[in-house]
């Protein structure tokens, strides 16, 4: 296996509901390896989003580390962790999170504009990604006017655009069919061998995992069992 692009060591992460305490993550130790499908599997609250926060620089454990390509980000500033997610992370969320008002193009344009990408490769690299998810055709669309299964392919070619060392995706396929679902999971895994992506996504659907080359298992913010 490929050296490890991320780790965690004892992550903890407790939230305070009125006087009790929640304990979302409880001592949670997990090794991402580069160019691979990892998926955090298990039921809702399980702690998988709450993980996949973490990891992303979204969120700061209680207690516990946090590596990411072998620097310690857990005590990093709020500036330097912004900077991180701009440049070195990718983001698919369940919710798409798309400008409705522009078209597939655009979107992913903007989203090379805010990770200060080269302004005078913008549109290639933009074309380029929408080849890779298979929207070559439907550029000039606007969201609005794309199936679900189509935004989200927008979603993950702008996630992966400005060539992110890792990219996150919570619950992707949560809105979709199942065929569908796995399309897009088939998708992340011709972006893997295309792009050399490293891919955390999190699900709580059996039939996605055995596209996995590791899978964490969580139950009640622990890991209860991995796979790969």
Do not use: W
């Not at 700061?60 to 590596?67: D, E, K, Y």
């Not at 992506?197 to 991995?226: C, K, Q, S, W």
């Amino acid at each position: 296996m490929p050296d490890n692009i991320l780790q965690t060591d004892s992550v903890t992460r407790v939230f305070k509901a009125g006087r009790e305490e929640v304990r979302a993550l409880d001592q949670v130790t997990v090794d991402i390896p580069a160019a691979r499908l990892t998926m955090l599997r298990g039921r809702s609250g399980s702690g998988k989003t709450t993980l996949i926060n973490i990891c992303g620089a979204l969120d700061r454990p209680t207690s516990g580390t946090v590596r990411f390509q072998d620097k310690d980000v857990t005590g990093a500033g709020d500036r330097e962790r912004d900077e991180l997610r701009r440049t070195g992370m990718g983001f698919v969320f369940q919710s798409i999170a798309l400008i409705n008002t522009m078209t597939a193009l655009e979107n992913i344009e903007f989203g090379l504009r805010v990770a200060g990408f080269d302004p005078a490769e913008r549109r290639d690299r933009a074309l380029e990604c929408l080849t890779l998810v298979g929207l070559e055709n439907r550029v000039k669309h606007r969201i609005q006017e794309l199936s679900g299964g189509e935004q989200q392919r927008v979603a993950i070619a702008r996630a992966v655009a400005h060539r992110p060392a890792l990219v996150f995706a919570d619950e992707p396929t949560a809105e979709l069919d199942t065929a569908m679902g796995l399309q897009v999971v088939r998708l992340f895994r011709d972006l893997i061998d295309k792009e050399s992506l490293t891919l955390v996504m999190t699900t709580h659907d059996p039939n996605m995992i055995e596209l996995a080359d590791r899978v964490y298992t969580l139950e009640d913010g622990r890991i209860t069992h991995v796979d790969g």
